[in-house]
């Protein structure tokens, strides 16, 4: 189970977590993505399906969790829970344990699409996470931000368990990547191109066939780190 996260709201959480949940889902086995950002994971990830019953109506008793799974139409082995806003500080632990519960049972992968803030269940799921992503952009702001979070989290975070994740605008950034090693022991760039930006795409299907080649290689290169 991998926690995408981020100390920042709007540095690419959802993005990386549906592109690294459909290219599992193609190329290493059955995937579910659990959008619990509010939204736009599940919007870019189902294709056509329909986003209802969310994991809102779940977590209030109004929906079962097995009707919470639906599979994306845009490729095989792609499950997906929709949500409609982020969770708050309201949830019942015990309705996300057995929603975690079920999705074990559903995916060989799961990959969580975590909003920027830090209440809720988030440090409920990084215990429980095998993977931690944490997405920034190449700002001070963001940089600082991820510090500070880390700095709060210092006694509960495996830091052996933490890549960050630098979502850079252009590919000649090199210095932020040295800059974000300072902080965390594993680090990667990923470079979200024009197709991620979804002006010229609609899905996360067509955005992986659209976008350029080093940007797919090295969504797959993150997948099969986290499939192994
Ligand atoms: N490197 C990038 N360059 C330009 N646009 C990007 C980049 N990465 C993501 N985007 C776009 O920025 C917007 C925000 O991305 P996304 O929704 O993935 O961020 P987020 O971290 O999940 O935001 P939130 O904190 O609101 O959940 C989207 O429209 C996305 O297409
Ligand atoms: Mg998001």
């Not at 440090?123 to 190449?138: F, H, K, Q």
């Not at 992986?208 to 969504?219: A, L, N, Q, S, Y």
Request: proline residues 5%; aromatic residues 6%.
């Amino acid at each position: 189970m991998c926690l995408v996260s981020g100390s920042k709201g709007g540095t690419g959480k959802s993005v990386l977590s549906a592109a690294l949940s459909y290219t599992l889902a193609q190329r290493f086995g059955p995937t579910l993505l659990v959008d619990l950002g509010g939204g736009d994971s599940s919007l870019i990830a189902l294709g056509a399906v329909p986003a209802q019953p969310s994991l809102d109506d779940v977590l209030k008793g109004k929906a079962d969790p097995q009707s919470l799974f639906r599979e994306s139409n845009l490729t095989s082995g792609l499950l997906v829970a929709p949500s409609r806003s982020p969770l708050t500080d309201g949830f019942h632990p015990e309705k996300l344990e057995e929603v975690l519960r079920v999705a074990k049972t559903k995916a060989d992968y799961v990959v969580l699409d975590f909003p920027a803030y830090t209440h809720g269940p988030l440090d409920y799921l990084l215990e429980r996470a095998d993977d931690i992503l944490m997405v920034a952009t190449p700002t001070r702001l963001a940089l600082e931000r991820l510090r500070s979070w880390m700095e709060t989290r210092a006694a509960s975070l495996d830091t052996a368990k933490l890549t960050g994740i630098l979502n850079m605008y252009v590919t000649t950034m090199g210095s932020w990547k040295r800059a974000l090693l300072s902080m965390v022991e594993k680090a990667e760039v990923v470079y979200f191109d024009v197709a991620l930006w979804f002006t010229h795409t609609r899905n996360i299907a067509e955005a992986m066939i659209c976008c350029e080649k080093p940007t797919r290689e090295k969504v797959t290169e993150l997948a099969a780190k986290l499939s192994s």
